[in-house]
């Protein structure tokens, strides 16, 4: 059975916190700059751990690989809702090939090859870099999770009238109505490692960008990610409707 949802806009709300003084001599930018740099001193640590040095418990390396990827999502969900974005012309194909680097390995690992159908020509967004790159990364990796080994992740872009189409498609296991419904709750996730905020992360950061996201399941058939965003001097015909 084939299941739709359209993923409303969140309520924003202000975030309260404790002890910083109302003059503003800490802002959320820079909370977020100091977390990042402590946090890359974190994983360079990890990195320099040796497999000789946890070979007697090698789950903590594993541990503090995990610690350190849900602390940057808590920073990240955090940026994506108080941070100002800074928007520039940019290629989207290009900003998409960039999160597919990035998730090179994890698609290896589990057998899981990239498809691409994408126009010739660039299509030009104002976007974040940062911001967009990892809302995008983060539906790409939702989409290798799901997706059984040895199997194919689509992402197609289709430039249209006022706005261009993305959608990632896996061929994993699907949702039910239930779990769509709850898709983009923070923490709330089916994962036994997930925080349960990158949906919502590239949620936020795609409704930042006057954009919109839908996902369409099929229980047993996968999943598709439906993104829209505004192009610049979009020059292409109307984008058909998915079902």
Known sequence: MLYAHTIM??????VPVEGLPPTGTLTPSMLVHETRNYLDVFDREIENLTVESVQDDESTWRVLRL???????????????CTPPCFKMVNLQEIIFEQVILLERLATDRRVRFDFDFPIDPVQVSADTRTLGKAFKNLLK?????SQNASIVTVRVTPCLTTARIIISDTGCGMDADALALLGTPFHTTKPEGTGLGFHIAQTVIERHGGTIRVVSNISRGTRCIVSLPVLNGSGPACPGIH
């Open 67 to 81: 610690a350190s990827q849900n602390i940057r999502e808590l920073v990240d969900a955090f940026a994506a809702g």
């Open 142 to 146: 939702n989409a290798v999770e799901s």
């Open 9 to 14: 806009p969140p309520v924003s709300q202000p």
